[in-house]
């Protein structure tokens, strides 16, 4: 089954504008991402293995294409197991 990566993008961004809205705060980009808070705020300052992100004046957001973005390069470095 090969869907293509515009479909899943696309389904991707729905599903987390659905739930969360265009920009997501550190706690939403979390849970979406499967990772603790604290995980996520260490990569980000470190600059490391976090999607991109805007510094507003009331914290950190992170837009929703940049997180679905993120979970689609991550996904890219999976080990691939065949059935």
């Given at each position: 089954?090969?869907?293509?990566s515009?479909?899943?993008?696309?389904?991707?961004?729905?599903?987390?504008?659905?739930?969360?809205?265009?920009?997501?705060?550190?706690?939403d980009?979390?849970?979406?991402?499967?990772?603790?808070?604290?995980?996520?705020?260490?990569?980000?300052?470190?600059?490391?293995?976090?999607?991109?992100?805007?510094?507003?004046?009331?914290?950190?957001?992170?837009?929703?294409?940049?997180?679905?973005?993120?979970?689609?390069?991550?996904?890219?470095?999976?080990?691939?197991?065949?059935y």
């Open positions: 089954m090969n869907i293509s515009e479909i899943i993008f696309t389904s991707m961004i729905q599903a987390l504008i659905s739930k969360y809205g265009v920009m997501l705060t550190s706690k980009c979390a849970e979406a991402l499967g990772i603790s808070t604290r995980t996520l705020d260490e990569r980000r300052k470190a600059a490391i293995d976090c999607p991109e992100f805007i510094e507003a004046k009331k914290g950190i957001i992170f837009p929703v294409q940049n997180v679905v973005y993120y979970q689609i390069e991550k996904s890219k470095q999976c080990i691939k197991v065949n």
